[in-house]
């Protein structure tokens, strides 16, 4: 599939903030910091608008996903926007079914229960998914001129767990087992996400995004050599296809066996839970920058166990170059806008005096 055109240079105002030069490792005058699910239900402006639509057409309106996305920025004060959007929805494009089920979460139908399931499903076209770059044209728009924009995705491994298993599996044991006993049909099903990925991904970069963070939820399933057989060499074929000079940021949950062999991606950013410590990681993952890691939990907390919390995370981080303050997964439903708020100046605050 050919790929969009050429990225334009960026302005010196991004190429300059603090979030791009942390993904570069470059000195920074604080260290930069942005939230997973910064735009989300905790949130009253999100939940106001969430009144008015359903979740799957937020995501299909681009004027509101752009509304959500700027607004959570401006209130929090993060040195980084991302487009507000669904990893899953690339699915649909590939021919599967996708529905977003109150109080149970998305669900994924005309999936793949046997190989002819893989080699029944198309590899995405990218144009198919034009209301998600219109999001990224909007809020690139409203967005300070300073302030860089993420675009994302779902990893390959992830989005076949949610066509083989039908909706988020803590295990993924249906997946784990087609993997096994299929390993063409598997190896098939992972090429095609990674084509249609490649297309998405770009597409976004060449719409307004900075940055791409590749989020892949269900991977701290699989141990290291299951990884490198099974993942790897697809990952490392997405990263590779992704435009030079956007930073690839890979995230997973649960991943504090195989952060070794998720840097043999060669990404410029490790995401990084709050499971694993932050110097053990940079130990692990060497000349790369890491993102990460508070416990979301943290911000139910009063504001002093806030503030040490906070500390703890940047005093593992040692001022090295590189580090991009972030929760250990995404903000939580329920969670005080203003303990969010503090975090975001604890961060800047503390780390300027480092």
């Not at 399931?117 to 909007?138: G, M």
């Not at 001129?145 to 989005?159: D, Q, R």
């Not at 950013?269 to 990681?281: K, P, Y």
Request: one cysteine or more; a neutral charge.
């Amino acid at each position: 599939m050919s790929k969009p055109p050429t990225i334009p240079p960026l302005p010196a105002a991004l190429r300059d903030s603090r979030f791009m030069r942390a993904c570069r490792r470059e000195p920074v005058d604080m260290t930069p910091v942005w939230l997973m699910r910064q735009a989300g239900r905790y949130m009253k402006e999100y939940r106001d608008v969430r009144e008015k639509v359903a979740f799957k057409d937020l995501c299909r309106r681009p004027e509101l996903a752009a509304e959500v996305a700027v607004t959570a920025q401006k209130k929090l004060g993060v040195d980084a926007g991302i487009v507000f959007s669904d990893i899953l929805l690339i699915l649909e494009a590939m021919g599967a079914g996708l529905e977003y089920v109150e109080g149970e979460g998305p669900v994924v139908s005309q999936g793949v229960t046997a190989p002819a399931d893989a080699e029944r499903l198309k590899v995405a076209d990218p144009e198919a998914l034009r209301y998600v770059y219109d999001a990224v044209r909007q809020t690139r728009a409203a967005l300070p001129p300073n302030v860089p924009l993420i675009g994302f995705s779902g990893a390959p491994f992830t989005l076949a767990a949610y066509l083989i298993d039908g909706h988020g599996a803590r295990e993924a044991e249906k997946t784990r087992l087609f993997m096994r006993q299929h390993p063409d049909a598997w190896g098939a099903l992972l090429e095609k996400l990674v084509k249609g990925l490649t297309g998405y991904l770009w597409r976004q970069a060449a719409s307004g995004a900075q940055a791409l963070q590749i989020f892949d939820t269900w991977v701290g399933v699989l141990g290291p050599r299951d990884y490198r057989q099974y993942v790897l060499p697809h990952m490392r074929t997405l990263v590779a296809e992704l435009p030079t000079g956007v930073p690839a940021i890979y995230f997973g949950t649960g991943t504090a066996g195989i952060l070794d062999a998720m840097v043999e991606c060669e990404p410029e950013v490790i995401g990084v839970d709050s499971r694993t410590d932050l110097g053990a990681a940079w130990a692990r993952c060497g000349a790369v920058a890491i993102q990460g890691n508070l416990d979301s939990t943290v911000l139910f907390a009063d504001p002093a166990t806030i503030r040490r919390a906070a500390q703890n995370v940047l005093d593992s981080a040692a001022g090295r170059p590189g580090h991009v303050f972030n929760l250990g997964h995404g903000v939580l439903p329920g969670t005080p806008v203003d303990n969010v708020r503090l975090l975001v100046d604890t961060v800047h605050e503390a780390s300027s005096r480092m």
